[in-house]
C-alpha cells in the first residue's frame, strides 16, 4: 500500500521568513496531493492540494509543487506569519471509484517566531 | 467545520465497554470517513462509506464496526474498547463525482481506562 513520508518533524522560521515542507510517496498510482493545516484542538482543514496532471499550484502566500518522477511534493509558505503556526499534514490517494482514501504523512509542526 | 458534527466530543470509558461515536453532516454528500489520530501517527482511516448501508475497511479498521442508515450520519462503534483505542477521533465527508476534497469534523477525543 501507499506510504507517505514528511519532513522535517519541526519546524522553526522568523516572521517573514519562507517555509518549505516535504513530503514523498511510494506508490506511482497516487493522483490526489491535498495538504491540512491543524490548530491545536481543531479538526485538519485543507488549505491547498493537486491533482497528478498538475505539477504546481498556487494560492496567494502557499504553493505546492509536484515531482511525479520522483514521487514527491512539497509545500511552500512565503512571508510566515504567527497564524501559520499549526501542524501541517500532507496526504496522498488514488481515486477508486470515486472515494479518496488518503494516507497522511506524521505531520510537521511549524512555530513562526514574531 | 463544513456541515459537520461529532458527538461526543470527548468520552472517557473504561476497558471493555462498547463506546458509539457520531458523525452528523448536513451537507448531503456521499462520501464519509473516519480516522483515528495519534502523535507519531499522523491520521489514519479506520473505515470509510460510499454510500447508505455501503461501507469499507481503512487500514487500521480492527476492533471498530460502522454503520451508515441515513445519508447525513456515520456511526462508529468500538465494540469492546481497550486502552489502546484511546485516540483522538475524526469524521470526514467528501462529495461525489469529480471532486477529491475531504472535510473534516472537530474531533472526538475518547479516553479508555
Known amino acids: 500500500g501507499e506510504n507517505v513520508e514528511q519532513h522535517p518533524s519541526t519546524l522553526s522560521v522568523q516572521e517573514g521568513d519562507s517555509a518549505v515542507i516535504k513530503c514523498t510517496y511510494s506508490?506511482?498510482?497516487?493522483?490526489?496531493f491535498p495538504w491540512y493545516k491543524q490548530e491545536l484542538g481543531k479538526g485538519p482543514q485543507l488549505i491547498i492540494d493537486?491533482?497528478?496532471?498538475?505539477g504546481e499550484k498556487k494560492d496567494q502566500r502557499i504553493a505546492v509543487t509536484l515531482n511525479k518522477t520522483a514521487k514527491h511534493f512539497s509545500l511552500h509558505i512565503t512571508e510566515t506569519q504567527p497564524e501559520d503556526s499549526a501542524v501541517y499534514f500532507c496526504?496522498?490517494?488514488?481515486?477508486?471509484?470515486?472515494?479518496?482514501?488518503?494516507?497522511f504523512g506524521k505531520g510537521t509542526k511549524l512555530t513562526v517566531n514574531p | 467545520d463544513a456541515g459537520i458534527t461529532q458527538s461526543p466530543r470527548h468520552k472517557v470509558t473504561e476497558t471493555g465497554t462498547p463506546v458509539t461515536l457520531r458523525c452528523h453532516q448536513t451537507?448531503?454528500?456521499?462520501?464519509m470517513y473516519w480516522y483515528r489520530q495519534d502523535p507519531g501517527h499522523g491520521l489514519r482511516l479506520i473505515h470509510y462509506?460510499?454510500?447508505?448501508?455501503?461501507?469499507d475497511k481503512g487500514e487500521v479498521s480492527d476492533g471498530y464496526s460502522v454503520s451508515r442508515s441515513k445519508t447525513e450520519d456515520f456511526l462508529l462503534t468500538l465494540e469492546s474498547a481497550t486502552s489502546s483505542q484511546t485516540s483522538v477521533y475524526f469524521c470526514?465527508?467528501?462529495?461525489?463525482?469529480?471532486?477529491?476534497?475531504?472535510?473534516f469534523g472537530p474531533g472526538t477525543r475518547l479516553t479508555v481506562t
Open positions: 506508490d506511482s498510482a497516487s493522483n490526489y
Open positions: 470526514a465527508i467528501k462529495g461525489g463525482g469529480e471532486t477529491y476534497e475531504q472535510y
Open positions: 496526504a496522498a490517494s488514488q481515486t477508486q471509484g470515486g472515494s479518496e482514501k488518503l494516507v
Open positions: 493537486i491533482r497528478s496532471n498538475v
Open positions: 462509506s460510499y454510500g447508505v448501508k455501503d461501507t
Open positions: 451537507e448531503n454528500h456521499r462520501y
